[in-house]
């Protein structure tokens, strides 16, 4: 069975190894970045198929990350949930609706079995 | 998409057109997880009463503040929050979830793990409940300090030997940290003092000068002066500097653009604490930031009678 691939950009270091530890367990190909300019050279280099994005980066920020991928041609289309510790106000939702992202979840509110299960429905309805 | 501005209240949303209304909810995914998201109550109605959607704050009561809005999908809603209360939200909610989330993460995995992957996941949580700890231990001495509540009776504090006490607390972050301290050999650098509030104050300043330089390589120069009646403590790096806003730092719970950038997971306390212990010992904090470097410098009276 083919793998799917997904991008992790996330600078919390606990967070970042939990979630590649999860979705490498369920058969995932994992690339991992720390913050959004690694987010967008590693998404450029493997082009996954789902991005999991943080919000609150040093250097770049998820908002710019997303402001930058979707200016590709082939990062345009790309899912990607926000997953995020941040409460949404209208700055960050007005910067998020011109970029589209899939979903928008606090991680506090997420088990990873739920994360897990957002990323297959989102692959669902995004077919390669 | 849609353009959308949050109240802070639990709000009914009365839409219209029952068809339109329902397909927005069905479909946009993005909507709803963002009102999902949010911490107060938002359902989703039609006008003819049908509840299309309530999100996870939403009990089976309907809020009581109604907007009923006509042209859909445009959310439009009133904010009443201020801007440094939302930052402040902003700060609190990230502090405190973000390694919450480190502890319950890695402890789901751990329970399915062994050998050298639960040493890795017991590491994490150990790192996020560390992390979790400072948090509410800066956020517990600066409402203290704010309050007037902390208080220990003070005693007669060696300088040097706190220093080093200090430096050897610090978070290294895997970075080569050069601690190097100037004085005048002849002068008592004691203070009557509350040591572990003491403690505090050059603790943060100190990390801060790790955590704000990019460097793989920090240098922290401090110098102890004694003038008559007090002891200034100065010091000192080549960091990038606070920018603009460094007459602000000493609030509580700001970050400006600089820190936020370089280091997005600050609290926005340390400063505040060392500029009101400061005060508490009647003494000051002052700050001078330029782009190639800052020196925070803390006066204390050497007793408590000459303060």
Redesign the interface.
């Known amino acids: 069975m083919t793998k799917h691939t997904v991008l992790i950009v996330e600078d919390e270091g606990p967070l970042l190894q939990a979630l590649t530890t999860q979705f490498a367990g369920k058969e995932f190909d994992v690339f991992q970045a720390h913050n959004g300019s690694e987010g967008l050279e590693q998404a450029a280099k493997n082009k996954p198929e789902i991005i999991l994005l943080d919000l609150n980066m040093p250097k770049m920020d998820g908002a710019t990350f997303m402001e930058h991928l979707r200016q590709d041609e082939w990062g345009k289309d790309v899912p990607v949930i926000i997953l995020t510790n941040l409460q949404p106000d209208d700055t960050i939702i007005n910067s998020l609706a011109r970029t589209n992202p899939a979903y928008y979840l606090i991680k506090a509110e997420w088990d990873l079995a739920g994360i897990v299960d957002k990323v297959m429905e989102v692959l669902q309805s995004h077919p390669a | 998409?849609?353009?959308?501005?949050?109240t802070t209240v639990p709000v009914r949303l009365i839409l219209n057109n029952l068809d339109t209304a329902t397909r927005l909810v069905q479909t946009n995914?993005?909507l709803t997880?963002?009102l999902d998201?949010?911490?107060y109550a938002v359902m989703i109605r039609s006008k003819g009463g049908t509840v299309l959607f309530k999100n996870?704050s939403c009990g089976d009561v309907a809020p009581e503040h109604s907007m009923t809005l006509d042209g859909i999908p445009e959310l439009e809603l009133c904010?009443s929050q201020t801007g440094s209360e939302?930052e402040l939200?902003?700060i609190l909610?990230?502090q405190l979830?973000?390694p919450?989330?480190?502890v319950?993460?890695?402890a789901?995995?751990a329970a399915d793990a062994s050998g050298e992957?639960l040493t890795?996941?017991l590491s994490?949580?150990r790192?996020?409940g560390d992390k979790l700890n400072r948090t509410v231990k800066d956020l517990i001495l600066a409402l203290e300090l704010q309050h007037d509540l902390s208080a220990h009776a003070p005693v007669r504090v060696d300088l040097i030997t706190l220093l080093r006490e200090t430096a050897a607390a610090l978070d290294l972050r895997d970075r080569t940290v050069n601690i190097s301290v100037t004085r005048n050999r002849s002068d008592d650098l004691t203070v009557s003092a509350d040591q572990e509030l003491l403690r505090s104050a050059f603790l943060h300043i100190m990390q801060n000068s790790i955590d704000y330089t990019q460097d793989n390589t920090t240098d922290i120069r401090i110098s102890l002066t004694r003038d008559s009646n007090k002891v200034a403590v100065s010091f000192s790096d080549d960091g990038p500097g606070m920018g603009e806003e460094s007459s602000r730092v000493t609030e509580r719970f700001y970050r400006g653009s600089m820190s936020r950038?370089?280091?997005?997971?600050g609290n926005g306390l340390g400063l505040y604490i060392a500029d009101q212990v400061a005060k508490r010992h009647k003494g000051k904090l002052t700050v001078d930031s330029s782009p190639s470097g800052t020196t925070v410098s803390v006066e204390i009276p050497t007793d408590v009678a000459d303060s």
């Open positions: 998409m849609f353009p959308v501005q949050f995914r993005l997880s963002i998201a949010l911490p996870r904010t939302r939200l902003q909610a990230h979830r973000t919450v989330t480190g319950i993460w890695n789901e995995l992957q890795d996941l994490n949580i790192e996020s950038k370089t280091k997005p997971d």
